[in-house]
């Protein structure tokens, strides 16, 4: 790939912006990577399964460039074009698939310009996340994930009712 069809490697001024959201619209997709202990890997790579099965998976990796072992608060790191995760998030894979989505999606909404988070974007993201447990309940042939995806449906769907437009 020529040195201009890189993803710049912070996504910071106005320039880098612009140039992220032009691959992204020319259909550059990143190559994932997970930075963190083995344990932490292996759970990632177990939630990033729930993401292929669902179908978001092209979708995550044209917004998400790494996954990163942090001991804080799970996060967008909108700048790295990366998601800061605590093991906590992974005890539940089905979860954090979701997060992962969800995270994916603000991601597109920073490149797009648009305000990614508070009030309205709120909503967007919980039916981002919504939108992802449906095709994981419908594409996967595992009960337990049937099962996982169906209990957190009805938790965010009743928090879209409560955050509104």
């Not at 990033?48 to 917004?63: M, P």
């Not at 309205?120 to 095709?135: P, Q, T, Y």
């Amino acid at each position: 790939m020529p040195a201009s069809s890189t993803f710049p490697k912070r996504v910071y001024t106005v320039n880098e912006v612009g140039k992220a959201r032009k691959l992204v619209e020319s259909g550059y997709k990143h190559r994932v990577t997970i930075k963190g202990n083995p344990d932490f890997k292996r759970e990632v790579k177990e939630a990033l399964k729930h993401v292929k099965t669902a179908r978001f998976y092209d979708f995550f990796r044209t917004y998400i460039r790494e996954i990163v072992e942090i001991d804080g608060f799970s996060q967008l790191r909108e700048t790295e074009a990366a998601i800061w995760v605590n093991g906590h998030l992974l005890r539940n894979s089905v979860e954090a698939a979701g997060f992962f989505v969800q995270k994916a999606f603000q991601m597109r909404e920073f490149l797009e310009g648009k305000l990614y988070y508070g009030g309205a974007a709120e909503a967007r993201n919980v039916d981002k996340r919504i939108e992802f447990l449906n095709a994981l309940r419908k594409w996967s042939k595992n009960p337990t994930v049937k099962d996982k995806s169906g209990e957190l449906l009805e938790m965010w769907a009743e928090s879209a009712s409560s955050v509104g437009p």
